[in-house]
Nanobody, 126 residues
Framework: VQLQASGGGLVQAGGSLRLSCAAS????????MGWFRQAPGKEREFVSA????????LYGDSVNGRFTISRDNAKNTQYLQMNSLKPDDTAVYYC????????????????????WGQGTLVTVSS
């Protein structure tokens, strides 16, 4: 399984970025997908998750209302649109595929994800 995250970079506070995560080596369309992030010196934090069919979404409190998760099962890719970025959003962002398949419950714990990408760095300057 390979999850390739991209789209990170340097942006000013208030700006936007769109992250992508291209998946291969798994049946993408039957796994819930998630985004996590880890800032320097901090624990990994749940950002967002989307159900296998795209019908349900879940967001962490710190990003709710600013970030939007989506997926395109035909392209084996998920996305994270990040708007109104803040310096506190600075972190390495990781995409992950859920351990279970066809799960109607959206997972927010990292131990519920079996496959992880390499991460993409997002830096938000003030």
């Amino acid at each position: 399984v390979q999850l390739q995250a991209s789209g990170g970079g340097l942006v000013q506070a208030g700006g936007s970025l769109r992250l992508s995560c291209a998946a291969s080596g798994l049946t993408f369309s039957i796994h819930n997908m998630g985004w996590f992030r880890q800032a320097p010196g901090k624990e990994r934090e749940f950002v967002s998750a989307i159900s296998w069919n795209g019908g349900n979404r879940l967001y962490g409190d710190s990003v709710n209302g600013r970030f939007t998760i989506s997926r395109d099962n035909a392209k084996n890719t998920q996305y994270l649109q990040m708007n109104s970025l803040k310096p506190d959003d600075t972190a390495v962002y990781y995409c992950a595929a859920s351990r279970d398949t066809f799960n109607g419950f959206l997972e927010s714990r990292d131990r519920d994800y079996a496959s992880w990408g390499q991460g993409t760095l997002v830096t938000v300057s003030s």
